[in-house]
């Protein structure tokens, strides 16, 4: 007969999926990689951006949400968003989420000691009944989760280089991989949008695990943008 789990073990089982899944103590954990070329320096925190939509979109009213989102983080930093002509820079992005890895691991499991009566000798040799206390013991449980990789590209492209050659040039890209419980990619791109726009013109030269709480008050913000 299988025994129910007690409200501790449950606790303690939902709290050890939340650290498997990427979202401790309500957090969104993610990994980014920001790419500067050294051929092309920098733009001004206060640059004039262009953010082109993907036409082809599977949802398009998502990607031009994507879009204001992105825009309303640069305006934040200072930057002017203006029209193609006027731009120089053009900001393109993509995103998405698809299956992470299968999380497995062993969760400990306390049962306490169980308190009986049993007969013993003194030492006149008579039959006494006493109260004792039996050890507790730790057992350990198999959980498996199935996590979401959700990630965010954006790419910041020369538009002088692209109206002249029609030649693509990118003078900055940020990569940004998360891994949680969580498929809700609307909701998640607004930790990721904030995460990775932070890394504005930076070269990392590795991946940075960046971890945002869910009351982010930048992320919250883009929130309001989807409302």
């Known amino acids: 007969m299988r025994r129910g789990v007690s409200k501790n073990a449950g606790l303690a ?16 954990d993610m990994s980014v ?21 993907n036409d082809e979109a599977p949802n398009q009213l998502l990607d031009a949400e994507v879009a204001r989102k992105i825009e309303a983080v640069l305006r934040g930093k200072g ?9 120089a820079y053009v900001i393109s ?5 698809g299956p992470g890895p299968t999380v497995t ?7 306490p000691g169980e308190v ?5 000798r003194d030492a006149s040799g008579r039959v006494v009944w006493v109260t004792v206390t039996t050890p507790g013991r730790t057992t350990y ?28 040039e990118a003078v900055w890209v940020g990569d940004t991989v998360s891994i949680g419980a969580s498929s809700d990619l609307r909701t998640t791109l607004n930790y990721l949008i904030v995460g990775t726009l932070d890394r504005l013109w930076t070269d990392t030269g590795e991946a940075l695990e960046v971890s945002l709480p869910l009351d982010d008050p930048a992320a919250l913000q883009l929130k309001q943008v989807s409302q």
């Open 105 to 111: 691991r062993s969760l400990p499991r306390y049962q």
């Open 33 to 53: 990689t920001g790419y500067l070329n050294p051929k092309a320096p920098a733009g001004p925190a206060g640059g004039k951006f262009y953010v082109t939509p």
């Open 93 to 97: 992005y993509d995103y998405g989420v």
């Open 141 to 168: 449980e198999t959980y498996s989760q199935v996590t979401h990789r959700r990630w965010l590209i954006v790419r910041v492209l020369d538009a002088r280089k692209l109206d002249q050659s029609n030649r693509t």
């Open 13 to 28: 089982i939902l709290a050890g999926l939340l650290v498997l899944a990427g979202c401790v103590a309500g957090r969104v």
């Open 79 to 87: 930057g002017q968003i203006v029209s193609r002509a006027e731009a």
């Open 116 to 120: 009986a009566t049993v007969p013993v």
